[in-house]
């Protein structure tokens, strides 16, 4: 196991709620990635937090934003959710940026009716 | 935007035979890594390469980065039914600050 937490672990919303999910980084480290996985598809990058501050984007609309926390954990909130925002959401922590692996946690599985 | 691509989406071999997922960016990348993601599970790192033309081996699994950084390969021998899973490359640009996943390849092993 790779010390990253999230929560939930699953999610059902209607489409136009808000979602906040959670996610504690490994310790010892300052950065975290968010990445939406949709079924059979590869994790998609929503944006990147380091030291407290958003360090790299992807493609997602602002209704997708973030958090770090002083203690590097993060939240990722999706307002007005639409039906294709449903898919596998995974926080991934690393020492720093660029150069380091990624430690995934276990995601969490939102679905959107 | 920077894009990468993965070959082939499945393959399906017998325990025993080889197999070989490649990955093309479609920009210059900074370093490449490899991830392996069991069904139901989350991706876990298997390996980071930086330097052009740099081959890295990891028991029966070989990685590649090609000369002008824009390709990498991963080639395991002998496959087992434990390396069952979606294999994908991450391609980091670090000039746009992210990681770039390909689709993955998904490898079945028949027993």
């Known amino acids: 196991e790779t010390g990253v937490t999230q929560s939930p672990t699953h999610l059902i919303k209607t489409r136009g709620q808000q979602v906040t999910l959670r996610c504690s980084s490994q310790?010892?480290?300052?950065?975290v990635s968010w990445y939406q996985q949709a079924l059979g598809q590869g994790p998609q990058f929503i944006f990147q937090y380091y030291r407290e501050e958003e360090n790299g984007r992807g493609n997602f609309p602002p209704r997708f934003s973030g958090l770090q926390f002083p203690n590097y954990s993060s939240e990722l909130n999706v307002n007005a959710l639409e039906l294709d925002d449903s898919a596998l959401y995974l926080c991934?922590?690393?020492?720093?940026?660029?150069?380091?692996?990624?430690?995934f946690g276990p995601g969490t599985r939102l679905t959107v009716l | 935007g920077q894009q990468v691509m993965q070959i082939p989406q499945y393959q399906h071999v017998q325990e025993g035979e080889d197999f070989t997922t490649y990955c093309n960016s479609s920009t210059t990348l900074s370093n490449i890594q490899w991830y392996k993601q069991r069904p139901g599970g989350h991706p876990v790192f298997l390996i980071q390469l930086v330097k052009s033309g740099e081959v890295k081996k990891q028991k029966r699994l070989t990685f590649q980065f090609g000369e002008a950084k824009k390709n990498s390969s991963l080639h395991i021998t002998a496959t087992q039914t434990t390396d069952v899973g979606t294999y994908f490359c991450?391609?980091?640009?670090?000039?746009?600050?992210?990681?770039?996943f390909g689709d993955g390849t998904t490898l079945t092993v028949k027993p």
């Open positions: 991934a922590s690393s020492q720093r940026t660029g150069y380091n692996e990624q430690f």
């Open positions: 991450a391609g980091l640009n670090t000039n746009a600050g992210k990681s770039t």
């Open positions: 310790s010892g480290h300052n950065t």
